[in-house]
């Protein structure tokens, strides 16, 4: 049946050809309004329309391209080239998670502190999450049973804006659809995507963050480096100049002096930690604490504690009797003080030795944090130990040291006015006998012997006390056995506490990290539900490598293969076209292979919107007709909430400059590159999102491809939403009943394209969205013709009652009003 209905250039393509470089290249009639749909030709002159024969026909087209060679500096100027990749059920949540998640990222670090600092969607889920945990409401990632109570997000809220110092304020009621008293994942949404949830900076906050917190931007990245280098100049030159060979020796035989040159260096790392310090003092004032400490927000804004502003005047005074600032204050003090009055004296010499606890500024470096938390919670684990090693050790001390005493105090002796005691023999010529030798104690009382005692406890042993006698051998034995055994038991008990505090402090940070990319994936399946319109701005370039003797056909190749990827958010306007060109830098992808990537690729796009036909006019009109009726807990619902965006998207992939090698196939190869772009022209029919899949042709042996390959994406988003519908059907002087769905979905308009695989043309769109806008007047106009009449029998069946009439009266009623009635 093939051959039966392809064209015959099209079977001499599929059969004889070598190298096929697209659909696009086969001739089909061109089509308005269906640009991407091939139209075959039967023999018989007759133009069939089915999806099985283009399904056969890409099939082996794929094959012929993706074993054809092409050139390394040309591809395809205009027109569509490559083909599209279909993704099955089961790969569908993964490709719309990994497409929304490269547009979720962490933004790149600035290179100033900008002035606001969006809060990002990740922090305000860990808040809902922390607000589950305490209202004891947690639930696992579902979207639907997910909610909170009302009171809980209100004081969320109203305590982040006051943080934020949000002159606006926060009604919670605005943000509860339904009324229930409970406020879902859903409509907690809402509040990101209508309010601005930013943290505005301040001029001294920006600066400060600049010379305090090198994450906030990359300056201040520079800055710490450039404090950093001149802290070990500092210490290494202070360290160096007490040594003889840098120092100057006088004729006169006084004091050697240290070298010129270091004191010129000493002065000028002294003013750039003067200038520094004065910064931050000058700047502290008008900081909030908490707007560079994530941790320290999320607790203010789930807390129960009162939010109590400081006044400048105590920031200044808590920033002057931080540890780490009086470190700094003394380590710049003497400096100050001998660069105006010459001080010397040995407290002076030690205050100058202060300076060198200036290299423990290193350690904000966040690469250098973490073994600092490993060493502070291992001793906060091991306080039971340490006192028992401290307990143990002043135990053998005392003991040991007495026995020592007791063994090698010796006798006094009269004439030298010591304790004396032996030390060896020797021979005496004139005896003829060996004679006892006798030398001075060094443990001549108890406190004495306590040195000796931790010397050998702690088997360091330095050898200038020695015990000489049996019985002080015999003791100084005792106590390195006691310091084997007794000590090394708690010193076992910390080593091992500080083995399984790191292995539990890495489990944390891959629970953490395993948390995160929980959340995110939930977060991304939300959105998917709650705000499907901001995909059709999403687009995914992923970078692949082709192995020539792999199938490349697959909808995701090896995680090996990967080359590095970059997102893209669409500026797409309802009514007016553009034409963007973008160098986007390519990143890495940890879910995928944790792999450096490097290069860029240059992409442009061209919109060019679809002219509003006669339907969406007249569904605009019937829309501000209706408008006055639709009612949300008694306020309009605006008319923007309806998404529309109709139109043809070109993307044309450019080039790639300065890809990874990933050929091993040869000594001097290069990568086989081509790329996979990924959108969403469609909005969902049936409530999933699908994405489009273009694979674009390979470029051989090059780490700079020439792709110059385009395609058309032909973009049809519309959407209401649903809670506006269900109003239109309620009596507008009634109350509202409160409804289990969530008003804040929006339910996607489907369309002919949706309703069937079969494309359509911009004829029938318009016929069916006529008579949708007929059949929606129609049921209003019966809707009003009913709440009419039950109005008026309403009255006549009061005015019966009152009269106490006993005459049935005949009442007639519309057969519109007799179906809403039984209904």
Known sequence: WLSFLAPPVLKQHIWSSEMIKSPAEFPAPQVPGVPDTLLLESPSGDTVDTEKAVDMAD????TKSSKSVMSTTSAFEDGDSGYLVRIGDADLDHTNYRILSSSERVPQTPFFVPKTIPMQLIHLRMIFTELQRQTNAVVHNDIRAERLPLEAFQRAFERLFFILQDPVGFDPFVYDDNGDGVVTWGEFF?????????IKLSWAERIYLTFDSPDSSILGQIVSVIVLLFIVISSACFILSTVPEFQLVAEDGSKPEPSPVFESIETCCLWIFVIEYLIRLFTCWGVRPEVADHERLMELIVGFDPIIAQSPLEKVIRFMLSPANVVDLAAILPGLISSFVSVDGGGFVVLRLVRLTRIFRAFKNPALVEPVIVIARTLQLSTKA???LLFNLLLGIIIFGSLMYLAEGGTWDVETRTYLRPVGTSWDPALGEWVIQKDVSPFESIPASFWWAIVTSATVGYGEHVPTSMLGKIVATLTMIFSLVILALPVGVIGGTFSQVWSEYDGEKRRNASNRHEQMRFITTAIQKLDPATMSSLVLIEVWNEHPDLDPDAPRPEPSRFMGEASLKLVLKEDQPCTHTLTLPLEKNLSLVDRDVSGTITVKYTWEPTPPSESTKRASTMQNMIAPKITARGSLVPPEQIFRLEGELKVTIVSADNLINLDLTQRYGASNPYCMVLCYPASPGDGTLRPTVWRTPTMRQT????????????????GIYKGDLEELFKDQEGEAQPTT???????????????????TTQDDRDKKMDSMMEAIMSLSQSVSQVQKEVRALAKRVDRAVANESEDEQDIKISPEAASFISA
């Open 703 to 718: 780490l700079y491809p020439k792709f110059r390959c385009s395609r058309f994406f032909r973009y049809g988003w519309c």
């Open 190 to 198: 809402n509040v990101y995507r209508k309010r601005d949830i930013t």
């Open 59 to 62: 099939s082996l087209v794929r």
């Open 386 to 388: 340490m006192y028992v």
């Open 741 to 759: 769905a969530d008003p804040s979905r929006p339910v996607p308009v489907k369309t002919s394209a949706m309703r069937s695989k079969r494309p």
